[in-house]
């Protein structure tokens, strides 16, 4: 389906570097983690991959084609690659299933009518039947964060990145929110996620990648990366978090 | 409420009242003008009617101008900064008086030279100044991660604003332009000074007439009775708003 790589990705925010050349290789039905304290640049980079953040040098490959050429019709390319925010920002003014329709009606011109049933059994998949014609105020955190998947994922994307999606939810809605990622692994999902949830990646990544002021310092299985980081930036911050 | 009290029981007191209640709170030319007068703020309201969707599309139009981000199209951001900047700069009589008599007296053929149609272009030039930049404070209030989710999905910038952003800034700004119609409702009594009889004018036919100022008064209840209760909803919206958001 699809791979995703990135080489000597910069990008800086005025004097601040907050990718450091970047080098990071998402394989097909792969699913990598980047952890890192907060300010590391997680969130930054998953912009950068999602196009919503010009880079300043180096190039992002999808499917071996450049993406990242500037003057680059970003649009086709996002479709490709859905992303998921810490803050949801599901669309407030809309029901749970017109947030979810508004991209494919818009961009495939597909009507509501045409739409509902392939809607209505993404709801059901994960669990949201009955939440359909919800406003967001009306859902709790978890809800809103599954609603927020199921946005994505309605775009058919080949990729998908995951912002720290469970990190705003209070710790008994954490669960609901871990179980659809399972379940989009169990798929073959090819997946990027920032997340915090160390036991999470520890279970299912393939590979972890560890950040430090922007850069990637260390790079490994879960099993090694955790029980036997070779950096000492990596055994600081793990012994910080775990 | 004390000083309207005290108002209420001193004014009567003062030496000049009976001559100031004769002929501004005369009761039987009230009721002899009151439907003259009523008739007349049909006009008004007409005015107001016609021009406030004209001021919609305007004042939107001019916001998402101000909105475009093309490097291509600065001149366009540019024009509609100089547009707000100058019609809100401008007393809304002085544009009145220069679009209403300027215009006409170039010589244009009827009905072109009808100060109803330039004095309804000077109170939409200069109210959709105002409303633009009412609508684009409210764009610029919803939270860019809107933005961001609706481009991360494959949308287009235009469905982006048109379909995300837009929908939510208007509804947050409708009591701070609901406030702006108030007070153009009041404003369409300018027009009266270049030739439309509506009800400030014909308060004032009344009024030579008459030789009476009660007109005055009657055409100032007429106002308050659309106005207080418009300003007291619009009130009511903001503060529903400012419950919802805490
Ligand atoms: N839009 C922005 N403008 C300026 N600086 C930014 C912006 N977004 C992020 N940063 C900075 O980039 C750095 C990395 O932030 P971020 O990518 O959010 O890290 P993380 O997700 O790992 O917490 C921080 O120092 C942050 O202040
Ligand atoms: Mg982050």
């Avoid at chain 2, 900064?81 to 007296?105: M, Q």
């Avoid at chain 2, 308060?203 to 418009?230: C, Q």
Wanted: with cysteine; hydrophobic share 50%.
């Amino acid at each position: 389906m699809a791979r995703l790589e990135t080489h000597g990705l910069c990008k800086s925010f005025g004097e601040n570097m907050v990718c450091r050349n970047i080098n990071l290789t998402v394989n097909d039905g792969e699913m990598v983690c980047l952890i890192g304290a907060s300010g590391s640049g997680k969130s930054t980079l998953l912009r950068c991959l999602n196009l919503l953040e010009p880079i300043d040098d180096g190039v992002i490959l999808l499917d071996g084609e450049d993406i990242s050429t500037p003057g680059l019709d970003p649009q086709p390319i996002r479709q490709r690659i859905g992303i998921v925010f810490q803050s949801f920002n599901l669309f407030p003014h809309m029901t749970a299933a017109k947030n979810v329709m508004l991209a494919p009606w818009r961009i495939h011109g597909r009507r509501h009518v045409d739409l509902q049933g392939e809607i209505a059994a993404l709801f059901e998949r994960f669990g949201l039947a009955d939440r359909m014609e919800h406003y967001p105020d009306q859902l709790s955190g978890g809800q809103q964060q599954r609603v927020a998947i199921v946005r994505a994922l309605a775009m058919r994307p080949e990729i998908m990145l995951f912002d720290e999606i469970t990190s705003a939810l209070d710790p008994e809605l954490v669960g609901e929110v871990l179980d659809v990622l399972r379940q989009l692994r169990a798929e073959g999902m090819t997946m990027i996620l920032a997340t915090h949830e160390m036991g999470f990646a520890r279970e299912l990544a393939d590979k972890i990648c560890f950040l430090d002021a922007g850069a990637i310092v260390e790079t490994g299985p879960p099993e090694r990366l955790f029980s036997n980081p070779t950096e000492a930036r990596t055994r600081d911050f793990l012994a910080r978090v775990i | 409420m004390a000083v309207f009290a005290a108002i209420m029981v001193l004014v009567p007191l003062a030496p000049g009242w009976p001559a100031v209640k004769k002929s501004f709170f005369n009761s039987e030319i009230f009721v002899q003008v009151f439907p003259g007068l009523l008739n007349a703020f049909l006009l008004d309201v007409a005015i107001f009617a016609w021009s406030a969707p004209l001021i919609f599309s305007l004042g939107l139009l001019v916001a998402l101008a101000r909105d475009v981000r093309a490097p291509a199209a600065y001149p366009l951001r540019l024009f509609a900064i100089l547009y707000t900047d100058i019609f809100r700069g401008v007393p809304v009589i002085l544009v009145v008086y220069l679009v209403g008599f300027g215009i006409p007296g170039l010589g244009l053929p009827r009905p072109w030279n009808s100060p109803y149609i330039w004095g309804t272009v000077a109170l939409v030039l200069t109210y959709a100044a105002y409303v633009a930049e009412v609508f684009r404070t409210g764009i610029e209030g919803i939270h860019q991660s809107q933005r961001a989710a609706a481009l991360s999905l494959g949308l287009s910038n235009s469905d982006t604003m048109r379909f995300v952003i837009l929908p939510q800034a208007i509804r947050k700004v409708v009591p701070a332009n609901m406030n702006l119609f108030i007070a153009l409702q009041k404003d369409v009594a300018l027009l009266s000074f270049i030739g439309p009889v509506e009800i400030f004018r014909q308060a004032g036919v009344y009024k030579s007439l008459l030789a009476n100022f009660t007109p005055y008064v009657g055409a100032a209840l007429i106002f308050l009775a659309i106005t207080i209760p418009a300003t007291r909803y619009a009130d009511f919206l903001l503060s529903k708003q400012m419950r919802a958001r805490s």
